[in-house]
């Protein structure tokens, strides 16, 4: 009863002062013990990551310091970012003993959790212990830090802990075009609130920083890093008896309009800190529920669920322009047209449906404001300045992206509100970039290499799929003559592409259209490449096809095979090819990988891509020159299934798991397996949509509510499920079980009133009319269809 008493006198005590819900010990980490987690490896302690949230994230390396990384502001993209500006460089913690200074910068161990990451630091002749854990509170500017120390000794442990935190308010790339100029810091300690307050001596921009605790003492101190940020620090005590544990908090608070900002940020964060928490995490298990994906390989299906995590990472939120899923993490932490375009169609596939809305509304009213024309931006800074107003591939994906969402959504006011700008951009795409009338645009696609700019493959296939897919959008909104002529396009490309495109000497789709005078130019400049990366295979051949332009030399567009460029698989990916050159192609293409994918550049590989698995010797000025990417790869294990190959393209996906969490616990590089970002948005494309949509064969049709599957299963999967895949208003699930004699699937369902249409292969022997849901109608030579209405249907097959 006494104890009882004095609970209830506590919580008194707390409502009438307003103290915050946490007490000095309470450890945030012990809120964590069924959280999922990723310890990270010895050997890249001196490498990134990332704790994320929309408004706010910070980038160090895992052993806990803060170095000057990144190229795109050179040193400056690391630290603690409120976008469009930054915080702070970092921050350090030095322990004051009687006879030593241990300064925290070499964590021992770092584990990550899908929403934040802890530091582990054993001291060396020493008891104590101490974690760092951090994460960054939904839509708030902030970021929390918890150190909990720990003595795990006979002996008292006295020693005094001083925080300093590096502010460096600064504003993001580009700034200087939206007039934001960076000007000095100056620090002010607020006594009365025992915390920093930083203000940008130009700008409105503010940063607080202190800790739950009264500090001993407070100062300036020494800045370690480049630029006009101040640093200062926080002093305190800490007595520790034997096998005591305690924690100290820190707060981190910035605005970029206000000092009352600022506070309010920090106020709110310091006195809900297990709120906030308790939020994000819901949130995340949220997230982990979507899609569920159940599958023998417990490799990918932890890469399949941690790659839904990062997909969240990647959301910024800056009030005054908008809310887009950014590139990538560290140096591309803004809005891209074509990086959305591949992201997002994963993003619906795993049911992070609200941030494809907003990033397609984003990208849209900024292309209205910048083009006009229908034409969709490449790239855009969180400051709002688009540095590149848009490459060709761009419009069209932009085409097919909303057709895509409308089969998830089902919602017509969405296509009728971007209609409009598709049909600009395919005037704009056809009247101003097609110059010979072939109907293929010139220009960069997805491939930036100097000179690469005439008709280009990937841009041919993803136009030829934007006219198809825009004659499907507007048959739904009934302009019947824009069907006709958009369809009638598309049917002419795609016979085109195959006819024009296609190079039989080399078993594959060519990397472009052009004259031969392009071409030599072009040979060139690639045999410098492939000398200069030591290639003789390359440098022969490109050689060899020189030889051939000159002996037969012409003046008419031809297609030419220099660079064996990723992009060649495109017509694959878009199920352009014909059957016969689809698996000529993809054979081909099996050339130009290494154990992680497929190189952005063929000639790039050599005769040890087949054996070589170490770590990206990158350039020591950022290039992706002999790279192999997420995207390439993924986009061959989409082509592969779509001719029928799923235990192929479950290869490619085995080879970028190779790559989860091999530098960076829990997520998967943009260059394979430890180069570029280190958290990337079109991974997702690159595993939801075979998984998702191949694999298991979803392919909704919200508008009808109907969802036809036509699952193609790797021969290695016997057992595997989806579950909680979100199309509009209804959630499907899916089990799939072959046993030696049967072929079991189950679909269920939380709308009964939908329409589930299964599509199987035949098999010679078995009479379909005596399966349940067996629809006779609807059955082809080829195929069964079963069909049926409520919350479940399900569907055994006899395979003796």
Known sequence: MKKSHGSLLCIIFLYILGCSENTPDESLTDYLDDTASIQGKDAYLESPYVTAGDRVYMVGHQDGSFPELGWHIKGEMGGIWNHPIKLMDGFDVNLTFDTENVALKKADTFVNYPFGNKHIYNLSDSDLKIERFQFVPDGKQGIILQYLLKNSGDTVQKFGFEFTGHSDLRPTWLGERTKMIDGQDTSNYLNQREQWLIKDMNNP??????????????????????????????????????????????????????????????????????????????????????????????????????????????????????????????????????????????????????????????????????????KIIHEMSTNGTVFNNGNINETPQFVSLIWEVYQWDGNKEFLQNYFPTIKKGLHWLMAENDTSGNLFPDGFGMMEIHGLDSEMIDVASYTQRAFSDAAKIALVLEEMGLAKAYKKTADILKKKINDKFWSEGFSSYADFLGTDEQALHLIDDAIVRADTLKKPWAVSELQNTKKQILKNRSSTLKPFVLHHNWVVNTPMEMLIADSTKAIQALNTAEKFVNPFGVFVTGIDRDDSAGSDDGSFKGSKVFSYTGAVMTLPTGVQAVAENNYGRPDKALNYLNRMTRTFSYALPGSMYEVSPDYGMMAQAWNIYSYAIPIVQQFFGIKPQASKKKVVLKPQMPSKWNKASLENVKVADNAISVYYEKKPNSIDLEVSQTKPDWEIEVVLPKTRGIDYTQISHYDARKSSGQYAVFSATGDSVKISIDIK
């Not at 096998?243 to 009352?260: C, D, M, Q, V």
């Not at 964060?269 to 995340?284: C, D, H, M």
Request: proline share 4%.
């Open 205 to 374: 921009w503010f940063l607080t920083y202190g800790a739950k605790e009264k500090p001993m003492s407070h100062g300036n101190a020494k800045n370690i890093y480049k630029g006009l940020g101040v640093s200062n620090m926080l002093k305190y005590d800490i007595h520790l008896e034997p096998n005591e544990a305690r924690t100290l908090t820190f707060t981190i608070a910035g605005s970029y309009h206000s000092k009352e900002g600022a506070l309010k940020t920090y106020d709110d964060l310091g006195n809900n800190t297990l709120n906030r928490l308790s939020q994000k995490k819901e949130r995340y298990v949220q997230l982990a529920k979507q899609s569920k994906l159940t599958v023998p390989d417990k490799n990918l299906e932890k890469a399949f669920e941690w790659l839904k995590y990062n997909c969240d990472w990647l959301v910024r939120t800056v009030p005054e322009i908008g809310t887009g899923i950014t590139a990538g993490i560290p140096d591309y932490p803004w809005w891209f047209g074509v990086d959305s375009e591949y992201a997002l169609k994963g993003y619906m596939a795993i049911g992070q449906t609200n941030v494809v809305y907003k990033t397609i509304h984003l990208l849209d009213s900024v292309s209205k404001a910048v083009n006009g024309n229908g």
